[in-house]
RNA sequence: GCGGAUGUGGUGAAAUUGGUAGACACGCUAGACUUAGGAUCUAGUGCCGUGAGGUGUGCGGGUUCGAGUCCCUCCAUCCGCACCA
């Protein structure tokens, strides 16, 4: 009987499905455990094999789990709102629903036949509305919420407004708002508060709203017709498609996650995952602490404030410097320099994102002919304009103190500006070339600062700033809220409609707010979204509804919550099952969504635990980043002007041409001749020079894989011909799933051979047949030996040495023949979550009829049979292993070194001398040092 | 420039606590068998050397009886961030 993988697989599938196998449900009596992958983004292209890696690793962890008596949680669904069907959609008239269904049909097909342990009844798609229901009920939860700083945490609007109504607002105790784009509205009067219409009581709220409709700078891309959210943009252009991208003030639906900045940031500490991602997590979040000063204007009309982490330096501020954006660049203007200014604040607008990063050396500013009074020393401050000052990080200005930070050194060398240190140096420094911006160091010329250390002077301006209200200590978050809306069709409604331009929630019995019908999915003649296009779509009482839609983010934001409870129609999960399945034991996926999802996800859970509706603040407790795989290419050589192919190795005596040939053409490096001129018209009458070998040797590179390198590798091709069993163990095989690593289809017969070699051992004779008499020692001693480093391996995600284990150990029953029952049936479990497919088949076959081996335990290693009674000591010399000896390993260090200057080989390595020293280490090895 | 990661045979890699470097697999070489297959089996395969032996984990240094592993300096590659006051 030989291996047919195609037909054990089919017929495993089938029963897996038949029977429900990988349904689960909450069981009290089990612990439970929650494996999760990142949901994919069902595209047209389907999935190559890439894209299974941390699947396969995944599904191989939870199977483990399953089997060491865990109640494990495995699902699977789609995040299926996104760019690519409503670019088709727009460029065909096709309903993105349909070409996503079909897409995720594709997916499914796929992912069926690696044989994942998926349960599927758990299914969930972002773009269903009984998804997005709950969606959109999160986001009416954060527009109902505000962030009490003293409660630290997020807390019901109505509770704030009616603080309002019983005790005003006093703006001067605010400490409420922690991003850049909100402005802090004026104090009023609970009176006040009473007076105000519907309008001016709603805008007053957004101030205060997690979910909030707010001017804000945004990075607008008219290719797209829409906002994107930072990490969206590359270099300044759009991450999709690579159009230009350009900043403008737009009126938008923000997400207060600056809110959450600190509890963001401490979380980290906790989780276990890459250190690189939390690093990114911490410098995008971008704690840092200072102060907030006052330099009151010249003129009398208020003051400008400004950020600084280094308020010790406050004696040695030369200029402030206002971004060109600042809202007091006209106001500061005088007449003379009218011109200039505007002209400079116009420039620095129309400078792409891309031209400002691009030369990061060049100076540029203008003077606004105003001047403020330093709060301490009473010195008159010029106020400059310049575009290294960004508007959206602390207030938009700055205090430069040229002799202290290296970008206000270069803008007052530049404008021949005074530098005036303030902290002396405790090294060689010279303040004509360079600021000193170390920490370090004695303050000078600062009045009552003079002969402090730097932290001390920090500590003593902080508090003398304070008491005479020059200033407050600021806790600044580089972190921006996160914009919320995108004037596109195929994402979640946003569920809000408009009254006299003040927006309000729908009620909660109208959700979902379903997607309209429109017949276009282009922007209207004016401007608008495409939801602009529906007609009739008003809410019941007549009034427009909100036309953007949620970004790509939002769904996956809370999805691991789903799954947990994806049928429930009156929670968004129950308490039960959030109480019980908690939150992601391990999470599978790719570290390029560092700054993104990963950070949304953390934002919405902390939130939903501020409300009540989860038990734990962190939704990923531990996470594993998969490497990508890359593509290798094969090229061609030709010959330039003829239709003459020379071989790799003989390509350099030649002009030649290098061409990506399909890698299905290719066979170990070597070109299929046939197959290449019937691959293209082209290459009909295709000549060849060919190399030594008398083959045609193709060049490699390895490269991303890509439809247009012709270098894709797609698993259904490979599980047609090896099977899914080998596939999955290949990737794993390849190395550590966290690198990075070429694709190269040559070693899977290695790991074919390999499932090969454990079938026959059942199937020595031809037929089924193992043997019911007791194992030989040494058969006992290869299986648990193989059980206890399967375990380790597994425990720590060593997926790739696991599958070395299993052919060591193959390799070694295969040597003495072994089919004991006793040795192949634990063996059989062993390797089930790797190879799930033959290993049924082989439980089958063993006589267990009714049941599955995805209901065994799995196997115990025993101790006892990997006692050794001797070991082969390496002798070294000088730490140079030089002969071995076996020895008893209770033999006692002395005995031992008696043994080695015994041996007959001892003398040849000492060359007569006298050695200074024996180490000898019982059970691990021998040093003579010489 | 800042942050993170990685450098080991022709290739993918292993070496978990400092203790025999290169397990396992691919490829390659030679051979066997044959129902001529994308099959199976045997032997060999880091580099230099006929050999004894020498040498060897990106470079250079250090600690140690002993370093791929620990420390310092440098180099290369990949990823992320980028005027953050």
Same mark, same amino acid.
């Given at each position: ?5 195609r ?15 990988? $349904?689960?449900?909450? +069981? ?17 292209a389907?999935?190559?094999v890439?894209?299974?890696l941390?699947?396969?690793a995944s599904?191989?962890?939870a #199977? ?11 699902p ?12 088709y ?10 070409t ?8 499914r097909?796929?992912?069926d ?14 773009? %269903?509305?009984?998804y997005? #229901? ?5 986001f ?6 505000w962030y ?15 603080h309002?109504?019983? !005790?005003g ?8 708002l922690?991003?850049g ?7 009023f009067?609970?009176?006040e508060?009473?007076?105000f219409?519907k309008?001016?009581?709603s ?13 804000s700078? /945004?990075?607008?891309?008219s ?17 999709? &498609? ?6 403008k003030?737009?009126?938008?639906w ?27 997590q911490?410098?995008?979040?971008? =704690? ?12 009398g009309?208020?003051s400008i ?7 010790d ?33 116009q ?8 031209e ?11 003077? *606004?002919g105003?001047y ?6 009473? !010195? ?7 575009d ?9 200005a ?6 202290h ?5 270069k ?10 240190p ?6 060689e420094?010279d303040?004509?070339h ?14 009552f600062?003079?002969?402090?250390e ?24 580089r972190?921006?809220d996160?914009?919320?809306? =995108?004037? #596109? ?19 909660e019995?109208?959700?979902?707010l ?19 296009r ?21 769904g996956?934001?809370w ?6 409870d ?5 929670n ?5 099952a959030?109480?019980y399945w908690?939150?992601?034991?391990l ?11 990963l ?11 501020d409300?009540?509706?989860v ?5 990923? $407790? ?7 795989i ?7 050589? =030709? ?5 003459t192919?020379?071989s ?11 061409i990506h040939?399909?890698?299905?053409l290719?066979?170990n490096?070597?070109l299929?001749?046939?197959?290449f001129k019937?691959?293209? @018209? ?8 060919l190399?030594?070998?008398g ?9 991303k ?7 894709v590798?797609t698993?259904?091709?490979?599980i047609? =011909? ?11 095989f390849?190395g550590p799933?966290?690198q990075?690593?070429p694709w ?5 017969t ?14 020595q004779?031809?037929n089924?047949?193992?043997?019911e008499?007791?194992?030989? #020692?040494?058969?006992?001693k ?5 059980? $206890? ?5 597994l ?9 070395? %284990?299993?052919?060591?150990?193959v ?5 003495s023949q ?6 192949l049936? @634990? ?6 979550p ?20 995805y209901? *065994?335990?799995? @196997? ?13 000591? @390496?002798?070294?010399?000088?730490g140079?292993?030089?002969f071995?000896?076996?020895l ?6 002395? +005995?031992?070194e008696?043994? /080695?200057?015994?041996? &007959? ?9 006298n ?13 003579v040092v010489?």
């Open positions: 009987m030989e291996y047919n993988p037909e054990i697989e089919a017929k495993w599938q089938s029963f897996w499905k038949r029977t429900e196998m990988f $349904k689960v449900t909450i +069981d009290p009596e089990k612990p439970k455990f929650y494996v999760l992958d990142m949901f994919p983004y069902p595209s047209g389907g999935l190559h890439g894209h299974p941390g699947y396969i599904d191989i962890y #199977r483990y789990k399953k089997l060491l008596g865990y109640n494990v949680l495995h699977m669904g789609y995040d299926s709102f996104g760019l690519p069907a409503e670019q959609a727009v460029q065909t008239g096709q309903h993105p629903a349909i996503t269904q079909e897409n995720i049909e594709r997916y097909e796929q992912l036949k690696l044989g994942f342990n998926y349960d599927w009844s758990r299914e969930i798609r972002t773009s %269903s509305p009984k997005y #229901r709950w969606t959109q009920w999160i009416m939860q954060l527009f109902n919420s009490n700083p003293i409660t630290n945490r997020a807390e019901p609007i109505d509770e704030l407004i009616l309002f109504s019983q !005790e607002f006093d703006r001067s105790t605010n400490s409420v922690h991003g784009v909100e402005t802090i509205p004026a104090s009067t609970s009176a508060w009473l007076s219409d309008k001016r009581q805008e007053i709220l957004m101030n205060f709203r997690l979910a909030y409709l707010g001017e700078y /945004v990075n607008w891309c290719a797209l017709g829409t906002v994107l959210a930072n990490d969206e943009v590359v270099n300044g252009t759009s991450e999709r &498609g690579g159009h230009p991208v350009e900043r003030l737009l009126k938008q923000n997400l207060r996650i600056t809110a959450y900045g600190q509890r963001l940031l401490e979380g980290l500490d906790s989780l276990d995952w890459s250190e690189s991602i939390k690093e990114t911490r410098y995008w979040i971008g =704690r840092s602490e200072g102060a907030s000063i006052y330099f009151p204007l010249e003129n009309q208020g404030e400004v950020f600084t982490t280094r308020p330096t406050l004696f040695g501020v030369s200029f402030v410097t206002l971004a060109p954006e600042h809202e007091l660049v006209a106001q500061l203007t005088t007449p003379e320099n009218k011109a200039t200014v505007e002209a400079y604040v420039l620095s607008k129309n400078r792409s994102e891309r400002r990063l691009a030369d990061v050396n060049t100076v540029s500013g203008v003077f *606004t105003s403020a009074w330093h709060p301490f020393s009473q !010195e008159k401050i010029p106020i400059w304009i310049g290294y000052v960004l508007v959206s990080y602390g207030t938009g700055v205090m430069a103190v040229p002799a930070d290296e970008r206000d050194f803008f007052a060398t530049f404008f021949s500006l005074p530098i005036k303030v902290i002396q140096p405790n090294k420094h303040f004509n360079n600021a000193w911006e170390l920490k370090e160091g004695k303050v000078i010329n600062s009045l600062l003079d002969g402090l730097v932290q001390e002077a920090i500590g003593k301006i902080l508090n003398e700033m304070e008491d005479k209200a020059y200033g407050v200590k600021k806790l600044n978050f972190l921006r996160a914009v919320f809306g =995108r004037q #596109r069709y195929w994402g979640e409604p946003i569920p809000v409609f408009f009254e006299d331009g003040v927006p309000y929630l729908i009620r019995d109208q959700l979902p379903e997607l309209p019908v429109v017949e276009s999915y282009l922007p209207t003649e004016d401007g608008a979204p495409p939801l602009g529906a007609k009739n779509w008003v809410y019941e009482n007549g009034s427009d509804y909100e036309q953007s839609t949620m970004p790509g983010w939002a996956s934001s999805y691991f919550l789903r799954y947990l994806p049928n429930n129609l009156t968004l999960a129950s308490k039960e959030v109480d908690g939150n992601v034991d999470y599978m996926g790719g570290a390029e969504h560092a700054t993104g999802h950070l949304y996800a953390r934002f919405w859970c902390k939130f939903l635990f409300i009540g509706i038990p734990f603040e962190e939704p990923f $407790k531990k996470m594993i980043n998969q490497g990508m890359l593509g290798r290419s094969n090229f061609v050589y =030709r010959i330039l002007g003829s239709s192919f020379v790799g190795e003989l390509k350099d005596a030649h002009n030649t041409n290098p040939v399909d890698i299905s290719v066979n490096d070597r299929n001749l046939e197959g019937a691959w293209r @018209p082209e290459f009909r009458d295709a000549e060849f020079i190399g030594d070998s083959e045609y040797l193709c060049g490699v590179e390895i490269e894989m890509s439809k247009s390198k012709h270098n590798q698993p259904d091709e490979l047609e =011909r090896y099977g899914a069993d080998t596939l999955r163990m290949y990737e794993m390849l799933v966290e990075s690593k190269d289809i040559k070693g899977i290695g790991v074919y051979g390999f499932l090969k070699k454990y079938w026959k051992l059942f199937h004779g031809g089924f047949e193992v043997t008499i007791a194992p030989k #020692r040494e058969h006992l290869t299986l648990h030996k193989t059980i $206890k480093k399967i375990r380790e391996d425990d720590r995600f060593s997926f790739n040495t696991g599958v070395s %284990s299993f052919m060591i150990c390799n070694e029953l295969s040597e072994c089919n004991h029952r006793e040795i049936e @634990p063996l059989t479990v062993l390797l089930s790797y190879a799930p497919h033959i290993t049924e088949e082989i439980w089958d076959q063993l006589g267990h009829v009714s049941g599955s081996l209901n *065994t335990p799995f @196997p115990e290693y025993n101790a006892e049979y990997l006692i050794e009674s001797s070991f082969d000591y @390496p002798i070294s010399f000088n140079r292993m030089r071995k000896i076996t008893p390993l209770d033999l006692g260090a002395k +005995d031992v008696a043994a /080695v200057l015994a041996h &007959g080989e001892y003398v040849k390595w000492t060359e007569g001398k050695p200074k020293k024996i180490i000898v280490v019982p059970g691990k090895i021998v040093n010489l």
